[in-house]
């Protein structure tokens, strides 16, 4: 599938039962590409799961730090604007 042709690409997003966005899940598996590309298309930094866990915390739970590093730059520059 090609990259291109994806537009609005974070609205309506699936989540798990969990509530577990693909923000959520790239974030806890370590995948930083993916959150790259998710982030790129606004891809909400502070959507909650069922346990109000933000994609960061998962990150800093499973020690991803530079998915953590990223989206906290990410929360930083937003909060800035």
């Known amino acids: 599938m090609s990259i291109l042709g994806l537009t ?3 609205s309506g997003l699936v989540t ?3 509530q577990l966005t693909p ?3 790239a974030a806890s598996e370590g995948h930083v590409q993916c959150l790259e590309l998710l982030l790129a298309h ?3 930094v502070y959507a909650e799961d069922s346990r109000k866990q933000l994609p ?3 990150a800093k739970l ?3 730090k530079k998915c953590a590093k990223l ?3 990410v929360m930083w520059h937003q909060n800035k604007h």
């Open 56 to 58: 960061i915390d998962l």
């Open 62 to 64: 499973w020690g991803h």
């Open 8 to 10: 609005d690409i974070c």
């Open 42 to 44: 606004d891809a909400d």
């Open 16 to 18: 798990t039962d969990d």
């Open 23 to 25: 923000l959520h899940q």
């Open 71 to 73: 989206l906290a730059a």
